[in-house]
């Protein structure tokens, strides 16, 4: 295809990727909380774009920037991740319970110092 008819069909490549902050949140039977906190730690071994990984017994918090065109492709993805990891990483048993996505500029002006509730 060409240049021309990408502009045509109104393809712009520096438009289609856009920036996501993704907050997974996921719960399940308890396990001991020492087991639950190696199991993300080896999480964030094997995937080491996580921001923050937090364990308790019972839950996980998992946060992350992923790219995509839309937030279903990067919910998708985001819905995969405790699965796909669950074996390698020895993670427990545990399904998502919550999902956040938000767009770059919607987490820069919630992270802004001073902002109000």
Do not use: C, Y
């Amino acid at each position: 295809m060409t240049e021309a008819g990408d502009v045509a069909r109104g393809t712009d490549v520096e438009t289609a990727v856009r920036h996501w902050h993704v907050t997974l949140t996921l719960g399940g039977a308890a396990v001991e909380p020492l087991l639950a906190r190696a199991a993300v730690q080896r999480l964030t071994e094997e995937r080491p774009f996580l921001d923050s990984v937090a364990a308790t017994g019972d839950t996980a918090e998992v946060r992350f920037w992923d790219e995509g065109e839309s937030m279903l492709d990067v919910a998708s993805l985001a819905m995969r991740l405790w699965n796909e990891h669950r074996e390698s990483a020895r993670l427990p048993d545990w399904e998502v319970v919550g999902l956040e996505i938000v767009e770059k500029h919607i987490h820069d002006r919630r992270t802004r110092p001073g902002r109000r509730a």
